[in-house]
């Protein structure tokens, strides 16, 4: 699986970006995927994720959740990241996963396959 990120970009706070993961190669629907993000300094943290089929459940980290939604398109082979009311803490290179299980893991280890990540920068 290769993975694709895109969408990143500067936004005020309290305001909303949407971004997209586009995935190649191998069977993906079945793939658990997930987001994680790295601020400078900083180790890569989970953001949320989405279980692969036939689950549908999410997951998010606490400091997202309820401003973040994390949906995919198994026809298009692509997963989004809808972010809403950003905050300045959440500036940070963001990067989708894919990890070959559908259960949605919350370790950076647990995932098989990385995207090259997208800079999302919250100005206060």
């Known amino acids: 699986v290769q993975l694709q990120a895109s969408g990143g970009g500067l936004v005020q706070a309290g305001g909303s970006l949407r971004l997209s993961c586009a995935a190649s190669?191998?069977?993906?629907?079945?793939?658990?995927m997930g987001w994680f993000r790295q601020a400078p300094g900083k180790e890569r943290e989970f953001v949320g994720g989405?279980?692969?089929?036939?689950?549908?459940?999410?997951l998010y980290a606490d400091s997202v959740k309820n401003r973040f939604t994390i949906s995919r398109d198994n026809a298009k082979n692509t997963v989004s990241l809808r972010m809403n009311n950003l905050k300045p803490e959440d500036t940070a290179v963001y990067y989708c996963?894919?990890?070959?299980?559908?259960?949605?893991?919350?370790?950076?280890?647990?995932?098989?396959?990385w995207g090259q990540g997208t800079q999302v920068t919250v100005s206060s």
């Open positions: 996963a894919a990890k070959s299980h559908p259960f949605v893991g919350t370790r950076v280890n647990e995932y098989d396959y």
């Open positions: 190669g191998r069977t993906f629907s079945s793939y658990s």
């Open positions: 989405l279980a692969g089929i036939p689950w549908s459940s999410t």
